[in-house]
């Protein structure tokens, strides 16, 4: 007789199905473009293996080829992310012609926020103000110890002066400068509740920085790349992956980011989300090689099945985990 262990889904599409749910596309909302893989730090959980070293970045012609397919389109919102996208030769220009625009554009940008104390650096905060692109910074905690203990010695101070002077620019306050803080937990456990720690980051940061946000983003860490090495050399990848499939939540598959977001690697191509692309589970095209996004009709792309695996149940499992937060 099958243990229950046995019966248990083992595979992301196989725990879908026993749920009676499917997952497919909505009408694309976001172009998530990731610019490259160069960053000033190299944090423990990055899904990206980021660092200063990395030598990936978006070229000029394929900037030129991604804009003039992205102003054709309605998709109201293009998500910079990398890396740390400021550091991108092209990211001004990426930013201005966005912002100009005749159809107006949401821009979001996933910065790293000690990029603003950074030599070479200190246009950032007044460029994006500007230009009143929306921020996501990385505040994995309002404790010194723990966000350096995932992000390296000196970079709480370093992102708590960055935040003051985005605050000092309107940030968090001016409804048109959008700032929020995103969490990503110390290990392999899945995020608190959302509403909860964004209460206590507020206080916290308040109290101790004067520091004010619109937001808190919880995500959860993906089981990929830098984070699956290091649980992987700790003997705990098995049981992350463990409580990721036991903590699995159909009520979060309708907010899947996957579902709206058209992801592009610093290449052109396009891919589910950013996890997938580093996993290299790209789309692919008529002729059978990488699907650019030049050559996406949004029209139709709905009808594109959405690649899955087994990382996909860490955006499914407890409350959920998507660029935007929680999903539950």
Same mark, same amino acid.
């Given at each position: ?43 423990? /959980?990055?899904?990206?293996? @980021? ?25 109201? =919102? ?51 103000? @500007? ?36 605050? =000092?620019?309107?940030? &968090? ?6 700032? /929020? ?33 619109? &937001? ?38 309708? &907010? ?46 709905? @009808? ?5 695996? @087994? /990382? ?17």
């Amino acid at each position: 007789m099958p243990t229950a262990a046995s019966t248990r889904p083992q595979s992301f599409d196989e725990a879908l199905a026993a749920t009676g749910r499917s997952l497919g596309r909505a009408r694309p909302q976001v172009l998530q473009l990731n610019v490259g893989k160069l960053c000033n730090l190299t944090c423990t /959980h990055c899904h990206v293996n @980021a660092g200063p070293a990395r030598k990936e970045v978006i070229s000029g012609d394929t900037v030129d080829r991604v804009l003039r397919w992205f102003e054709a389109t309605d998709i109201p =919102a293009l998500d910079l992310t990398g890396g740390t996208p400021e550091m991108v030769p092209d990211f001004r220009r990426i930013v201005e012609s966005v912002r100009s625009y005749s159809r107006r554009r949401r821009v979001i940008d996933r910065l790293n926020a000690t990029i603003i104390e950074e030599p070479g650096y200190g246009w950032v905060a007044g460029f994006l103000a @500007a230009h009143e692109v929306e921020v996501v910074a990385s505040m994995p905690c309002y404790s010194p110890d723990n966000v350096e203990a995932q992000r390296g010695e000196g970079t709480f101070d370093a992102s708590i002066r960055a935040l003051q002077k985005l605050n =000092a620019l309107g940030y &968090g306050s001016d409804p048109a400068l959008k700032l /929020h803080l995103v969490y990503n937990p110390g290990g392999d456990f899945l995020p608190p509740d959302q509403a909860r720690l964004q209460a206590d980051y507020k206080r916290e940061m308040r109290e101790h920085f004067d520091i004010v946000f619109d &937001g808190l983003y919880c995500i959860a860490n993906m089981p990929i790349a830098r984070f699956a090495s290091y649980l992987r050399r700790e003997g705990r990848l098995d049981d992350y992956m463990a409580l990721l499939r036991e903590s699995f939540n159909p009520g979060t598959v309708d &907010g899947l980011m996957c579902r709206d977001t058209i992801n592009v690697s610093w290449e052109g191509d396009v891919f589910d989300c950013d996890f997938n692309q580093m996993l290299g589970l790209g789309l692919r095209g008529g002729d059978g090689g990488a699907l650019k996004v030049w050559d996406v009709d949004p029209a139709s792309y709905a @009808a594109v099945p959405i690649r899955t695996a @087994a /990382h996909c149940f860490g955006c499914t499992a407890g409350s959920g985990s998507s660029c935007g937060g929680a999903l539950t």
